[in-house]
């Protein structure tokens, strides 16, 4: 019998294997290699990638990767250690995933010292690069704000900034500047935007990104006897560059009142969650900006204060923090809560596997590069 298999079906035998074996495969031989780091396969990977849940623990800057199932369970936890970031700062956060590429970032708030890069990680392939610096480093204390993305070809991945620094009379300026992983540098984003906000992103600055846009809850706080906060999703499109606005729902008689909003992607929809503590409305937008699309799906009450939704898994069951910050996930049609075993200030994001890299450009120091199966840095 002969041992060729032919080119079309050992790609097929390919792509319904897991990253970390792929990894291994492509140092068989140069044709192994060429067909599983082609970006052709690579793209047609990620279409069939298996979905994860990472949960950082902000306390002691953790972080945990569950496998993705119906229901969400605590199968096979596996820990995960931060690149670059490891040893450096207790502030770090995860800005978002896409594409399998983590999003990583260092303390939000500045005080007059230097802004600590970025980093693009994914966690399976163990690669990671170091952004250069940015560009808009404001002398007095300042805000920034990061996002990340890709365009809706999936061809461009971008890191939004946005600098929100006080002017003399007290109203918020921001400036925007925005690093293409395909140039390999920041660039001013100048013409066409205007960002003159009187309020800045809320609730640590999560971003969610949906449909080649990166989004972020505004939060407008009351000004002097006016009761009334006004309230609505700042929108980036990474492809075309352009800032807009997505309206929330119309709320009930009594409006916001004391609650707080949060976003989240909830079944491959956008959406909003309502909390007042003693219960929240879980909303999605099942027309993408079509404002009046928006429609409430449950309504999550319990015996116990639900202290913050920290997110939502494939399946669209929430991941809310209790009293003393206990993780729990509640099943909306069950009405059924299961403790997690996790305690402490923590985040959710969703992942995907990916076969996705990049690298420094040549004239740097440093150039990550997965070789021979195993991560390595020359």
């Keep these: 019998m002969s041992d060729y298999v032919p080119t079309d079906l050992l790609i097929e035998i390919l792509q319904k294997l897991p990253v970390k074996y792929l990894i291994r495969f492509a140092a068989v031989s140069k044709s192994w290699r060429s067909i599983i780091t082609s970006a ?28 993705g199932g119906v229901p969400f369970a ?32 260092n303390n939000f708030f500045k005080i007059s010292f230097a802004q600590p890069p ?12 170091v952004l250069p610096d940015p560009t808009i ?56 935007v205007d960002l003159t906000l009187h309020a800045y992103p809320s609730l640590y600055f999560r971003q969610v ?22 309230s609505y999703i700042l929108a980036f499109d990474v492809g075309d560059e352009v800032f807009g606005e997505v309206m929330l729902p119309e709320w009930e008689a009594g409006g916001l009142g004391f609650a707080k909003l949060s976003i989240f992607v ?12 003693e219960s929240c409305d879980v909303w999605v937008m099942k027309e993408y900006r079509v404002k009046e699309s928006w429609t409430k799906l449950y309504t999550v009450c319990l ?12 399946s669209g069951e929430a991941l809310l923090a209790l009293e003393n910050s206990r993780l729990v996930v509640y099943n909306s049609e069950t009405k059924q809560t299961k403790d997690l ?13 990916s076969l996705l890299f990049f690298e420094k450009p040549r004239c740097s120091r440093y150039k990550d590069t997965v070789r021979d199966g195993r991560h390595t840095k020359s």
């Design 266 to 277: 909830i079944r491959e929809s956008l959406g909003v969650v309502k909390l007042t503590g």
């Design 118 to 129: 970025g980093v693009i990680w994914n966690p399976y392939v163990r690669n990671h690069v």
């Design 303 to 314: 015996f116990e204060k639900i202290e913050n939704v920290v997110g939502f898994v494939n």
């Design 341 to 353: 075993g996790i305690y402490r200030k923590f985040f959710i994001h969703n992942y995907v596997e």
């Design 137 to 192: 480093n404001p002398k007095d204390a300042y805000i920034s704000v990061l996002g990340f993305g890709v365009d809706a070809g999936r061809s461009h991945h971008k890191v939004v900034r946005l600098v929100y620094c006080r002017d003399a009379a007290g109203i918020f300026m921001t400036q925007v500047e925005i690093f293409s992983l395909k140039t390999w540098s920041w660039r001013r984003l100048i013409g066409g």
């Design 209 to 230: 990104f949906l449909n080649g846009v990166v989004h972020w809850l505004i939060e407008q706080k009351p000004i002097g006897d006016n009761s009334f906060r006004r």
């Design 74 to 105: 605590v199968n096979s936890p596996s820990k995960l250690k931060f690149p670059y970031y490891e040893s450096r700062s207790i502030y770090l956060r995860i800005v978002d995933s896409c594409d399998g590429l983590v999003c990583l970032s």
């Design 40 to 67: 052709a396969f690579i793209a047609s990977h990620l279409s069939k990638g298996k979905n994860h849940t990472l949960i950082h623990t902000l306390s002691t800057n953790s972080l945990v990767k569950f496998t």
